[in-house]
């Protein structure tokens, strides 16, 4: 048990745990991150930042990002994965689609483009004037699109946003909803059927338990993903957006910790981004087990 | 492909009890609408990944004069441009070296963690978990000041070896917590008897355990592949030594020369090379990914 | 890229040795909290720093730079690359027995720096520039004051300081010590093609009114005055400032960079604000800039040419090389002012220079960082940077006649010689590091959903919180 839990513990402790609790120290003092003092401040920054409106916005964004992009991408990647498993034709054995395979190794092909190329190709994709998008919606005759700034709009920014990180990762986790559902026993599936369970009733009353460990981790995985999402948002809105309508706490410690000089503060965002991680996966677990999932990939 | 395509589209073991016919024309219906809501989603994924393409093939005139004008040759400077003024090749071979000593690593030593958490109770299990999962609640660029300072005493800064650790060390909590379920769930008779068996605990591990885990290893391995691969504060602030650089950092001193010379034909370029070759992995061992996830899962 | 980069390995082989003796290293196990990584080493009880040894000072080694020692310049690797420190560097080591420059490239400069400023360890010379500089107030108090390099003679005997431009080291100012010596001179203007004005029969608007009726005759032609992109909205911000400074006096120039509490509300922001506010009303403002990378706005300028006049830094011409239209003919002119009896003659020109170097006092061979700085300063390498950037450098009479066949450089020089001493300068923007909120206000204002009273009341709501912020280091322009 000492090598197999405790020597690999040891190490996240010194290169992880460590770390981390030094930058916790730093969030009591006022050091700028540059220089050997750390003048300490004790809870002066948590002060700052309740009062502080561009944290607070940036806060609620990522709040907003929290609470949207993985019931997003959950629901998409479920959907697509039922219609890939058993949304076929409901004439003989249980079957998915035709051509599952071929979508299957497509909705794969985002997750290998590595984050900051997708920021870069969306960017472009979402251009007002050369970009994929308005040249489609134009080419259809949907004038109002004209040079309309996806990213600069108040209305649209954020949406746009979190277009492309659900983009980014619906393949993925449909890859590995299918793999999960394929490892129910599909016995439960032609019994639903000849009760007269239709594909959605099918969907709801036996996949989704089936693979309710699969999604609870998932969606912790993607909870996580959404809260940081720095790599995208710097790729696509440096600035923060429109009335900084996409401005994200990780982007917020950035600029404070590097080019204002103010690291003890931004040590201080960390943390209270760290303690809302922590809740939200102190919450998802919570939701799971009242609703009695237990385990991982299979029920 | 065939046989492929035959796994993933039937559950497998399908019992031959003919389904129920449930109204043929509805049923036609809705498999056409599914079928075409699958190539829609076909159709958003491939269009920005197919008009990079085409675009990397372009002159920068070209790309801001219209967005869908095929090139008007193909401009393979673009590649020529990319790879020699980013150093590709060489920043490639970093990347692998680096991803795959630390996916290995990470692999080893959280499979181990989390199959000790998953399965034997000890004094202090609740706090070695929740510290565990603290581990990703924090934003990395916090920390990378007293890491720093770790890999310096260690004269382990600037040096692959250095890097490997350092991305093991942040893939570690989320391959423990994403592991803890799947051996959580694994059926505890089979250690139990090879135990009785006199099996050593390494041997029960190594030969009984794992193999029983494939299926989640498989999927946190891909997930860990490419979170590593796209790892980018780490390689900047403990790598900054050139001939060490990885692919994300080439590609970003690369995307900010590029910006500034305005050479976007080139940008899609260096876009395109960091994808394909993943791609092309992907797609060689995709089966065989495919196969292991299927296989585990109807056990 | 070169073999200089090459040989870094026992450097840091070094930094590491002086660390441990400087007990600047952390000891990973003892988890005390206060026990921070930054705190064993400093200004103060850090070793090495602070010059090392020192060779003997002669009129070719102004500074001391002793024989045997390595210098380390860390170089921003951006529009203008890194060869031209390369270039300074070979001729500093053709000079010096024994001596050896690395010369390193890099885009990430807070990140990489951060550890080595906390551990004493910095480079010699560093260009903190870019999207990832420090905020130079930050570690203003870290570094060497340069005065000492423009007072040397160059490499031809003449002091660097009478070479210099007028009025280009105010900037480099932190609490009346020198401490960064911004290298490429840069001048804010309206850009556009002398082709396509001369086809048109137009002129570069000296008032804002020209510059309205110009929109009405862009607006004809389907064209727009101007068009801008999401991340350099704030090159609106200095054309306002410019104009404003221009029309009310260097008095506002004072009040923007000492933020102060009613800067945004004098008579003469207020005026080229209520001009600006008309030109995104009728709609001379190409929709959609901020939705739009900036370089793709900029190519619908000089490639497309969709809209007339874009307001910019010098850097402009090489930054677009690669997709200008054919025969624009690029060329500048001064920023319009808002009457004309405005307090400095339209010729008064924004020349705030870029790149700026600093030599950190901790470094191992800070004299070596002045060197390379001296080098850089002597017409050898500003001639050369000229020639191969398209762009000068803060020394004067490196440009010949021709301008190597650059008509934004020969449009840059006759602007310079024509405003004269009327030059002026700031960067509170980048000191205070506020680009990022700048870029949000004015893009709302830029497409329409925000006016020039909400706009003012932006500003001066963020002027008045940094101003009020104590955490904040101030710097004091006069």
Known sequence: ??????????????????PFTQATYYSLTAWTGFSAEQPFVGLGNYARLAGDARFLTALGNSLTLLVVVPALVMVASFALACLLTFGGSTAGSVKGLRGTAFYRVVSFFPY????????????QVYDPSGGLLNGVLTGVGLDRFTDFPWLGDVDTAMAATIAVIVWAFVGFYMVLFVASIQGID???????????AGRVRSALSIALPGIAGSVRTAYVYMGILALDAFVYLQALNPNGGPDSSTLVVTQQIFSTAFSQGQFGLACAMGVVLAVVTLLFVGAVFGVARLLGVRGGARA | MSAVADRGARTDVAPRTDGRRSGGRADKVVGGASQAVLVVWTVLVLAPL???LMSSFKTTQEIFASPFALPSSLHVENYVNAWTLAGIGRYFLNSVLVVAGALALTMLLGSMSAYVLARFAFPGRGAVRTLVVAGLTFPVFLAVVPLFFILQQASLLNTLPGLVLAYTAYAYPFTVFFLLSFFEDLPGE???????????????????????????????AILNFVGL????????????????????????????????????????AGAVTTIVPVLVVYLVFQRRLQGSVAQGSVK | MSPLESSRTPLQRRAFLKAVTAGAVVTPFGLSLASCAASGSGPDTGGGGGGGATGEVSDANPFGVAAGTTVEAVVFDGGYGTDYASFAAAIVQEQLDDVTVDVVGSTQIAQQMQPRFVGGTPPDLLDNNGANAIGLSTIAAQLEDLTEVVQAPNTEGTTIADTLYPNVLGVGMYDGKLAALNYVLTVYALWYSESLFEENGWTAPQTWDEALALGAAAQEQGKYLFTWGREAASYYLTMALDSAIKEGGDDVRLQMANLQPDAWSGEAITGVLAAMEQVVSRGYMRPGGAGTQFTQAQAQWSQAQEALLYPSGSWIENEMADATAEGFQMTGAPTPTVTSGSALPYAAINNTPNEPFVVPSQGQNPAGGKEVLRVMLSPET???????????TIVAGTIPDDAFGSSALAAQVAMLDAAGTDTFNYNFVQTYGMTQEVNGLWNSFLSGDSDAATLAQGMQAMFDRIREDDSVVKVEVS
């Open chain 1, 1 to 18: 048990m000492v090598v197999f839990l405790g020597l690999p513990f040891a190490f996240y402790v010194v290169m992880v745990l460590y």
């Open chain 1, 112 to 123: 290998v483009v590595p984050a900051i190329v997708i920021g870069i190709i969306w960017a």
């Open chain 1, 186 to 196: 599909p016995e439960l599936f032609e019994a639903a059927r000849l009760d007269g």
């Open chain 2, 50 to 52: 197919l008009w990079t």
């Open chain 2, 190 to 220: 089979v250690a139990e008897a090879a135990s009785i068996d006199g099996a050593s605990e390494w041997r029960t591990f190594f030969q009984v355990m794992l193999p029983m885990a494939r299926p989640g290893m498989a999927a946190v």
């Open chain 2, 229 to 268: 691969w796209n790892q980018f504060l780490l390689p900047v602030v403990l790598n900054s030594d050139q001939e060490n650089y990885v692919l994300t950092q080439g590609m970003a001193s690369f995307a900010s020369q590029a910006g500034y010379s305005v050479d976007f034909g080139a940008l899609f």
């Open chain 3, 382 to 392: 500003a001639t050369e940077f000229a020639r191969t950037k398209l762009a000068s």
